[in-house]
């Protein structure tokens, strides 16, 4: 009986160590299981779809936004929270309806996290509404539209640029002092070169200018000469042109060749004095005053590290559109960061009013408009050792925009 007892004691205590070492096993398993998965959603990657017009009239500003955005990931491990970063990139053509196509595959087929872009106004136009129905967020990257701070305003776009209003009206003010009250104003037919006239001409009219005539060539437009001869029978005190892209270059070249340059002063918003036209444009660009939110040589900390990387990497300064892709993935970078997600709902939530250093300044997200508060600069575009510089002659601090539109 003594044996028999004691086998069992010994059974038991067998069966009893057998179930705690597989309840330890299984607990084990489950703690591996909860670690290996908590680690594989870290390790998921940031997906960025951008959506840019790499073909066309607006071919140069997308390439300086990708080469910016590529800067600023390079710099930072091509990661963002241990997670790494993947681009993929569509070429809308500056084309509405194509847009809307590269979204969908950005957004169903490659299941991006979030969208930067895109360059046209009626591009982000029609984009608007999809956006607004998937709530994924877009970091708007150039797309200048005014109403996308108004009436079209959604909590899911972000602009780090500018927007029309700001560009058209920052130089108004000192144009109308210094240089005349007559203008002619011109600019690409379509809604950015609408919007951007009608800003300057509200406050140009504000600060005792007067239009004397307007002209609006198609986008893409090679020959100006008809327009060149319309500015020289109207007599102005001074052309107010926007001007952008490869349409950009061509206007301040032939507004030379037709013998404008030095007799009717040329202004313009921020594009008339950009690397992007006043470069390949050369002397042509002499003597043009620019309301303009960057340049390369403009002093501070952020900007010099930023202008010595990007020389080091592409061999040329930077443009403003070269800053906005650095500034559009720098805005990822601490809304990722400072929200803990990618998610667009934890996203919204730290992107209103959010502020960063770029290397045009301290740049803060106006929470009323989604648009960024920043600081513009009246500049001459002058010739210094062989290229053309911006030279500053007056600081328009903390350029905004109205939280409606002016005539509501």
């Known amino acids: 009986m003594q044996t028999v007892s004691a086998y069992k004691r010994v059974g038991w205590k067998w069966g009893f160590s057998l179930v705690l070492g597989m309840l330890m096993i299984f607990m084990t398993a489950c703690g591996n299981t909860a670690t290996n998965s908590g680690s594989s959603a870290s390790s998921q990657p940031v997906k960025i779809g951008v959506i840019l017009s790499f073909t066309g009239t607006f071919a140069p500003l997308s390439e300086s936004i990708k080469n910016g955005m590529e800067l600023y990931f390079e710099q930072h491990n091509n990661s963002i929270s241990n997670q790494k970063v993947e681009i993929k990139y569509e070429d809308d053509e500056g084309n509405p309806q194509v847009a809307l196509r590269k979204y969908r595959q950005l957004v169903d087929s490659q299941k991006v996290d979030m969208l930067v872009g895109p360059i046209s106004t009626p591009v982000l136009y029609a984009l608007r509404d999809q956006i607004e129905k998937d709530k994924i967020v877009l970091i708007d990257a150039n797309a200048a539209a005014d ?11 972000y602009r780090v640029s500018f927007s029309n209003w700001q560009n058209g009206s920052a130089g108004a003010k000192y144009f109308a002092e210094h240089v005349g009250k007559k203008a002619f104003v011109a600019g690409p ?29 198609k986008l893409g437009t090679n020959d100006f000469a008809a327009y060149m001869t319309q500015i020289a029978k109207a007599n102005p005190d001074f052309v107010y042109a926007f001007a952008t892209g490869t349409d950009g ?6 507004y030379k060749q037709f013998g404008l340059a030095g007799k009717v002063p040329l202004t313009g918003p921020l594009e008339l004095g950009d690397e992007l036209i006043t470069g390949p444009a050369g002397d042509a660009a002499q003597g043009i005053l620019a309301a303009v939110t960057y340049f390369p040589n403009l002093d501070n900390d952020v900007n010099k590290k930023f202008v010595q990387s990007y020389k080091a990497k592409y061999g040329k300064n930077p443009n403003v559109f070269s800053v906005q892709g650095y500034d559009s993935a720098q805005i990822i970078d601490a809304a990722i960061q400072k929200a803990g997600s990618k998610k667009s709902e934890d996203l919204i939530k730290v992107l209103k009013g959010i502020s960063f250093d770029s290397p045009r300044g301290r740049i803060t997200i106006d929470p009323k408009t989604n648009n960024p508060i920043q600081n513009m600069y009246i500049v001459k575009n002058v010739m210094k050792d062989g290229a053309i510089v911006q030279e500053v002659i007056e600081t328009v601090k903390d350029v905004t925009m109205p939280e409606k539109a002016p005539d509501k």
């Open 147 to 157: 109403d996308m701070s108004w009436d079209k305003k959604s909590d899911y776009v």
């Open 249 to 254: 270059i061509r206007f301040v070249q032939q």
């Open 189 to 217: 037919d379509y809604p950015a070169g609408h919007e951007n006239a009608e800003a300057f001409k509200a406050a140009f009219k504000a600060a005792g200018g007067t239009v004397v005539e307007e002209a609006y060539p």
